[in-house]
């Protein structure tokens, strides 16, 4: 173990390679060392990160305000389960919840752990509030969507490679095309097993799709008039990263105390993960009001690491900084910026078809057919020119750096991406 920062990059992904499944295709670069929107690979090399672990790095690499809790709180108490209280978690359930506005929360780890409590407490709210025949519950996703990694939630992807051979699959999903609301109410109609709508605000793995302006609130209000409960999945999307500090705020950066609560769209649950521990230690957390969150009662759901001192005390330094810093401000500022940036580019190539995004949540769609390497082949360029980005869905490139980044930077970055665009047609 002791040498192991002694071997190359080479070595390290060979290791990889040899030992590791290969549920992943990284970029080629191996890196070592994080700090704010830098991160450095083995061999000292020095790039701007432009994914932000999906957006969970938000506050930025190994801010020292949240590593040091961790350290602080990592040498007192670490871990006592559920079966016994601790002096931190009720403290960091009565921060989040008034941080957000909900009555009350229930702590997970990851993101997928999350997105499926959510699943079981509509499905309970389902039979035991509204009154639906036990089993017969239905939730409707969305095409496109990524929730997640297990079994429930492939059973309602859309991604072969994430569902294929998976099988049999979870029951009780109806999937309606996203930002089409016409759809949606369709979907409703003469339906009264429909307990629930998932949605993300904007589909981040999907390819940055953003919605309508009006599409959310629309989604609310079939959830109310057809007794549904509204799932607002923000675990990519949420504390910041879109130039609010949720996405279902719309335009607006009141850190969620909204004066203009017609702006606001509430969600019957609020589902985060990522960025709610900056990045430093899986932490996720569903949002609920009491008529919904008190279907949960001892024995009914339950993690060993949920709500652990470690992850709640992290968590609450997380959305202080996110407050402290005006990370959400920053975001929104650097998204106009960025775009006006990526637009200005297009009009010089045409290997860049189109930006869109929200704040520092953004992507550019490249000229080329999903099949097509180019993409991968512009952030191997990029990473080679110092920034590394990774394509999603084949012909999209998304970019997200940590929303620490100052106006100085992005330009910088700007123009790395400018340059390496530009020498790509050649
Ligand atoms: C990343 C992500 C998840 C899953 O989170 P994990 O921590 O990887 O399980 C779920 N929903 C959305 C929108 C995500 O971006």
Known sequence: MAEINTLSSEQLMHLEDQHGAHNYHPLPVVLSKGEGVYMWDVEGKKYFDFLSAYSAVNQGHCHPKIVGEMANQAQKLTLTSRAFYNDVLGEYEKYITEYFGFDKVLPMNTGAEAVETAIKICRKWGYEKKGVEENKGQIIVFDQNFHGRTTTIISFSSDVDAKKNFGPYTHGFI???????DALREAFEGQSNIIGVLAEPIQGEAGVMVPNESFLKEVAALCKQNDALFMADEIQTGIGRTGSLLAICGNCSCEGHCEKQESYVTPDMLI???????????VSAVLANNDVMNVIT???????????????????????VIRDEKLTQNARKLGEIFRDRMRNLINKTDLVQLVRGKGLLNAIVINDSPNSSTAWDICVQLKENGLLAKPTHGNIIRFAPPLVMTEEQLHECCDII???ILAFEK
Do not use: C, Q, R, W
């Open 298 to 320: 001892p024995g009914t759901h339950g993690s060993t690491f949920g709500g652990n001192p470690v992850g709640s005390a992290v968590a609450m330094v997380a959305l202080d």
């Open 175 to 181: 999937k309606v095309t996203y930002n089409d609301i």
């Open 272 to 282: 985060l993960g990522k960025a709610l521990s900056g990045g430093v230690y899986p």
């Open 418 to 420: 400018e340059k390496t």
